[in-house]
């Protein structure tokens, strides 16, 4: 996970400052050329992402969540993944976008389980949820007019998720290394927002957004880890950099 956070934030950095030396070489009396002229006239555009994640529940308790005499407290505990993923838009207008994105989201998710032990001392239990999502996901972007070598836009869509690595199915009648089932599939809303940068060869992007799940995905078994909650509802939020050609 850390390499593909370095390659990402290198990119990114090298894109920027080639555009920032771009910008002053302009300012300064020299020639600045608008970078791919003919690229909005095209209807259909292709292109891949590389992201990152931050990931946790949403969590709704039982109002008694704490009959179980020892159970203190349960600790959101966000964890860190990565994203890859395809992208194909087409220009329904000038500035406005219709973008599939299908992809492979790795999502891990953390909740520490505060218990009050008979000696009046407290113990915290780390429970992980590992995911391998494949998402399907459609989204408007809109665009503002290109100013040179840049656009800024917004998001809105909507996205389905299959997790191929779900654990609905495994057997959790041990009494230690008990898990948090989840569900197989999810839906979502994502919005955000990100810039344009028009380069010699290929567009390069910088994209910030949030996904809200609207789908309880706990699987309620009745365990010590599952039994206080009501519902876990998917969050997370997205940093990826797009390559688009």
Not at 7 to 21: A, D, N, P
Not at 187 to 196: E, K, L, R
Not at 212 to 220: A, D, P, T
Request: charged share 20%; with cysteine; proline share 3%.
């Amino acid at each position: 996970m850390k390499y593909i956070r370095y390659v990402i934030l290198f990119l990114s950095v090298v894109v920027l400052c080639s555009e920032m030396h771009a910008q002053r070489r302009s300012q300064s009396g020299g020639v600045s050329m608008k970078n791919l002229p003919t690229f909005d006239y095209k209807k259909v555009h292709f292109g891949f992402l590389l992201s990152m994640n931050k990931s946790d529940f949403q969590i709704n308790y039982r109002p008694d969540f704490t009959f179980q005499d020892s159970l203190l407290s349960i600790e959101n505990v966000p964890q860190s993944g990565f994203n890859l993923a395809l992208l194909a838009s087409w220009d329904i207008q000038k500035n406005i976008r219709l973008r599939f994105i299908p992809g492979l989201s790795f999502q891990d998710r953390g909740l520490n389980y505060r218990f009050l032990d008979p000696e009046g001392t407290t113990t915290t239990l780390f429970r992980r949820t590992e995911s391998v999502y494949l998402d399907i996901p459609l989204v408007l972007k809109l665009r503002t007019n290109r100013i040179r070598n840049f656009a800024a836009y917004a998001l809105i869509g909507g996205k389905y998720s299959i997790d191929m690595q779900s654990q609905k199915d495994v057997d959790n009648q041990a009494e230690v290394d008990k898990i948090i089932k989840l569900q197989k599939t999810d839906y979502s809303m994502d919005a955000g927002a990100g810039v344009d940068f028009f380069l010699p060869y290929f567009k390069f992007g910088l994209e910030l957004k949030t996904a809200i799940g609207f789908k309880n995905v706990l699987i309620q078994e009745e365990t010590q880890y599952s039994s206080p909650i009501e519902s876990l509802r998917t969050r997370t939020v997205i940093f990826s950099i797009l390559f688009e050609g």
